[in-house]
């Protein structure tokens, strides 16, 4: 059986060729399988993010295979692509990435618009995803009138609407006080043990060892990966 | 991602930015507003134009003789050419319908208490036209045929009338109820400057409906050219020479041009037979040059518009780069992308067009008011192309933005600040 997630040989590079260049990702190969909760850490700079979003199919490697469910994604069009991000992954970003123009409501049911789905459908899955946050009370605010820790709960609840195979997050807890940031973790745990694959990028060594494989990088590099005893599974 | 969505989204962010929103609308309003002013006013002023002289009918000819004699005390010494005219004419029975003088009588009309001297022009608050006085034309017995007149009432008038000089006259459906109301005028005697004139007969109304409302034209008493012996009044100088169809409009005029060189000797006057229809023709094509090229000019205010809209919306653009970014990443297509900044202009400029529209009715009507002493509204097809103008303004305008906000990288629009 396919791997969910296949990266081989990846390459991402900026001003290839150039004095400047820049290895962000510099050959990793990689593969996840469905249900894993896998940790990539590394210091700032080592090309986390860069491999989330290629994972995520924000980005385009600059050579190297990317396999999502056997699928070369290097084939897939625009809209097939915007498909995946759509039905297949759930993101989470440090910055919470909320359109401020919006209600909570209205940012968690964006996802749903794209779907298609009718507006009283959208509006059910919508606010059952804000209650598995404990914000269905608060579902007219603006993001700017909600704490860090509210409105990253918003995103969460924009991430799992469409009920996505995979979550990314990408340093989900950067931004929060550490006792938040345990709640948004426990939350990650909690869909994981749902079945969801969760894929989690921090730079925090504390963070990274509840995961239950934790893949290191450096400089663009795969320097470990190994699988880690959790309580909470 | 489906219309009513993209309808809804690009409301938001319309009503989201209202100051900017009406400040991007203004070039299209304005450029709008003057179109539709311009396009209107002058098609309005064609049409009723128009309206008038199909009422008056068609296949016309204007026959002019000219004096250029006088006395010492500056009294025409013109000729009466009417009775040649009219023979003649009625000699050309394929090809003439009619012949009559086209001239005023100036004198006062009285019947009872009621006088053409008291009753005056009035206009209600929309200018449209409460009372007229009423015109009394000198005429031949033909005059009815050349002014698309039918009898309603009694008869009208006959050569014998001429002849002999009789005083009577034939009241136009207006000047009936003017003078008598519900009454029937028919064998009443009227005074026309002391002297009794008995009314013979009614014509039927020319105009019903809206467009009798405005206009005069059936205000009129028609009484015997040859009636100036008693009233006063020079030589006629202008005639209507009615023919049978438009084919024979050149062949007549020909004719009656070569009739007068030998009627009327060049030393003392002149003459000229014009074809109403030409004339109809080329103000028809002047209106349309004149609307052409206003149009063109307000139009020029119209792109202007246009590429404001487009400014702002590449400012949007950039301002919304990291909303697109996001609605990119979780699952936007490029097409939903352009869908919602195209809806977006669209819609700024549809509504711009409204509000455009709008003001281009009140401009029409009161550049109707102050040019053409007409009430004029704007046609639906103006309305409708006005609008659909605005939003395909909106739709030309909105592709450049739309299509670069779709074009932008997922990942680079999410790092924009
Ligand atoms: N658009 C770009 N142009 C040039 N270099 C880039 C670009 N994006 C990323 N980089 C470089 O690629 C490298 C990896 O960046 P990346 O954002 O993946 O790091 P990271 O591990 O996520 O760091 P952090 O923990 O600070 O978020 C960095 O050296 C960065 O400067
Ligand atoms: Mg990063």
């Known amino acids: 059986m396919a791997h969910l997630v296949e990266l081989r040989d990846i390459y991402k590079i900026y001003g290839e060729g150039l004095e400047s260049e820049v290895r962000a990702l510099d050959g990793v190969s990689l593969t996840i399988d469905k249900g894993e909760f896998v940790a990539v850490v590394g210091q700032s700079g080592s090309g986390k993010s860069t491999m989330m979003n290629v994972l995520g199919c924000l980005d385009i490697p600059t050579r190297g295979d990317y396999l999502l469910d056997g699928t070369d994604v290097r084939e897939l069009t625009d809209r097939e692509l915007s498909h995946i991000r759509n039905k297949q992954i759930g993101f989470i970003f440090q910055q919470y990435n909320l359109i401020q123009s919006l209600t909570v409501l209205e940012n968690v049911e964006l996802p749903l618009i794209y779907q298609g789905i009718n507006a009283d459908d959208r509006r059910d899955l919508a606010m059952e995803a804000l209650e598995r946050v404990g914000l269905a009370g608060r579902v007219k605010h603006r993001p700017t009138e909600m704490s860090g820790g509210q409105q990253q709960r918003v995103a969460i609840a924009r991430a799992i609407a469409t009920k996505p195979p995979i979550i990314m997050a990408d340093e989900p807890t950067g931004a929060l006080d550490s006792r938040t940031g345990r709640e948004v973790l426990e939350f990650l745990q909690q869909l994981n043990r749902e079945g969801s694959t969760v894929i989690l990028i921090t730079h925090d060594n504390g963070i990274a060892a509840t995961a239950r494989r934790c893949v290191r990088l450096a400089d663009g590099k795969m320097i470990e990966d190994k699988q880690q005893e959790v309580d909470w599974f | ?417």
């Open chain 2, 1 to 417: 991602m489906n219309i009513r969505q993209a309808l809804k989204m690009a409301w938001r962010s319309i009503w989201g930015k209202k100051g900017r929103s009406v400040l991007t609308m203004l070039g299209i309003i304005i450029g709008i507003a003057a179109v539709m002013t311009i396009v209107s006013a002058m098609n309005g002023y064609t049409e009723k134009t128009m309206e008038q002289y199909a009422a008056m009918g068609s296949n016309k000819l204007e026959v002019y003789i000219w004096n250029y004699l006088y006395d010492e005390d500056g009294n025409s010494l013109g000729k009466d050419y009417f009775p040649d005219l009219y023979d003649y004419c009625n000699s050309l029975k394929e090809l003439v319908a009619g012949v009559t003088p086209e001239a005023y009588c100036n004198a006062t009309a009285v019947y009872g208490t009621k006088s053409s001297a008291n009753m005056e022009w009035e206009y209600d608050d929309n200018g449209n036209l409460l009372s007229s006085r009423p015109q009394l034309y000198y005429g031949s017995d033909q005059y009815s045929a050349c002014n698309n007149l039918t009898l309603a009432k009694g008869r009208d008038l006959t050569p014998m009338d001429m002849e002999r000089y009789n005083q009577v006259c034939v009241l136009g459906s207006e000047a009936a109820k003017a003078f008598f109301g519900t009454a029937d005028p028919v064998g009443k005697a009227m005074q026309f400057n002391g002297q009794n004139f008995f009314v013979v007969g009614v014509y039927a109304p020319r105009l019903t409906g809206e467009a009798a409302k405005n206009n005069s034209m059936d205000n009129i008493i028609v009484l015997p050219y040859t009636a100036r012996r008693v009233l006063g009044g020079e030589a006629p100088e202008q005639f209507v020479v009615k023919v049978k169809n438009a084919e024979s409009l050149a062949e007549a005029a020909s004719r009656i041009r070569g009739f007068l060189k030998g009627l009327v000797n060049p030393n003392a006057g002149d003459t000229q037979v014009y074809s109403n229809d030409e004339w109809q023709q080329s103000m028809n094509e002047q209106m349309g040059m004149i609307s052409l090229v206003l149009g063109g000019i307000a139009a020029i205010s119209l792109l202007v518009g246009g590429i404001g809209i487009m400014n702002i919306m590449l400012v949007t653009v950039t301002e919304r780069t990291r909303e697109i970014g996001i609605r990119r990443a979780i699952g936007a297509q490029r097409s939903s992308i352009i869908t919602q900044f195209l809806m977006e202009a669209a819609m700024l400029c549809g509504i711009g067009g409204i509000i455009g529209i709008g003001l281009g009715t009140v401009g029409s009507y009161v550049a109707g008011r102050l040019m053409f002493q007409m009430t004029i509204y704007p046609a639906t097809w103006i309305t409708a192309c006005a609008f659909s103008l605005s939003v395909a303004l909106g739709i030309i305008f909105g592709i450049y933005p739309a299509v670069k906000a779709a074009n932008l990288q997922p990942v680079e629009a999410l790092r924009a600040e």
